[in-house]
């Protein structure tokens, strides 16, 4: 588990309570010792939306006091269909465990989302969701279940009055307008716009990943760069330049963020390369790179000359950014 504490509040000692952890396998489901406050989904990026759904299950949660259970569908319904499709999920499970964990939740149960869950009938799986003793659910509008995605806040509210089951659907949050979503965040997030990312989730948008041998070429331009492996499910932003804060378990550092195939050089692979202001050294081999801002888009040099000298803008424009003082993001 990444034990991160900025700028988001990951912190090191943040909670006293342990965080229960339980795999699922439906229709089998652990045993309740008090009836817990639910709150299901896939919780992609654990945006503004779903902090609220969270903090109304805590707030009613004390009031009954009881748990706060959060269901979470692994490995994601989309990821399933599409056979793992690379590129997609803003957070992975260890990193929406992490951000859950810090948002106080009490219990997380994993449940394996297979083709036996995909075949199940959305009353099935609802009734028997329903069957558990919950002092209520707390969903989203949009929110849906069951095989081809029939199921839906309808389906359960239905189900739920004929058990005597209390079900409460919170309405969308907006932002400039239109409906936060994980959808809306991942396309911002493909298009390089990184602030309006960040201003969605209510916090910066961040890889994590382990530091890997590269060419040495930057190093022999005179920008030594980290090369970073990620997952490749993990979303993968718009090639090109990014101002960035970059933390180990111990330290943090302020440099840019480089994600593309190196066109000048006539490569095809895409890659990300780290560079860190003042050349300090990174030894840890988990990094993790938060984004702030986005620079430039990926291009094509004629000669080296002409990239230093475009590294050397970008560098600037970064070291600006910094100087003039960057508002982090608050959960």
């Not at 400039?176 to 390089?192: A, D, H, M, P």
């Not at 890889?207 to 930057?218: A, Q």
Request: aromatic fraction near 12%; charged fraction near 30%.
């Amino acid at each position: 588990m990444w034990k991160s504490s900025y700028p988001e509040k990951f912190s090191r000692n943040y909670r006293k309570k342990k965080l229960k952890i339980r795999r699922v396998e439906f229709p089998k489901f652990p045993e309740l010792k008090k009836p817990p406050v639910l709150i299901p989904g896939n919780f992609d990026g654990i945006h503004l939306g779903h902090k609220l759904l969270i903090e109304e299950a805590k707030r009613i949660s004390s009031i009954f006091k009881t748990n706060t259970l959060v269901l979470i569908y692994e490995p994601h319904p989309y990821v399933f269909f599409h056979k793992y499709r690379e590129n997609f999920l803003i957070t992975l499970l260890d990193e929406k465990i992490e951000i859950l964990k810090n948002l106080k939740i009490d219990e997380i149960w994993i449940i394996n989302f297979n083709n036996k869950l995909a075949e199940t009938p959305p009353e099935i799986f609802a009734d028997r969701l329903l069957s558990l003793p919950l002092s209520r659910i707390i969903l989203g509008p949009d929110h849906t279940f069951g095989k081809y995605k029939k199921g839906n806040i309808f389906t359960l509210i239905e189900i739920a009055r004929e058990k005597g089951k209390i079900v409460t659907v919170y309405p969308y949050i907006t932002h400039k307008n239109r409906k936060i979503s994980s959808t809306r965040i991942r396309e911002l997030i493909e298009r390089g716009e990184i602030e309006e990312a960040n201003a969605l989730l209510g916090y910066r948008f961040f890889i994590t990943g382990i530091k890997i041998k590269g060419s040495g070429r930057g190093k022999r331009l005179g920008f030594p760069t980290i090369n970073l492996e990620t997952s490749p499910l993990k979303i993968k932003p718009k090639p090109g330049v990014y101002i960035v804060e970059i933390e180990t378990q111990s330290k943090r550092f302020k440099g840019l963020l480089y994600y593309g195939s190196r066109p000048t050089f006539n490569e095809k692979k895409k890659v990300f390369e780290i560079y860190v202001f003042n050349h300090q050294k990174i030894k840890a081999k988990k990094i993790r790179v938060y984004l702030h801002k986005f620079v430039r888009e990926d291009k094509k040099f004629e000669n080296e000359k002409d990239l230093i000298k475009q590294i050397e803008n970008d560098i600037k424009i970064g070291y600006t950014y910094f100087l003039k003082g960057s508002n982090p993001l608050k959960n």
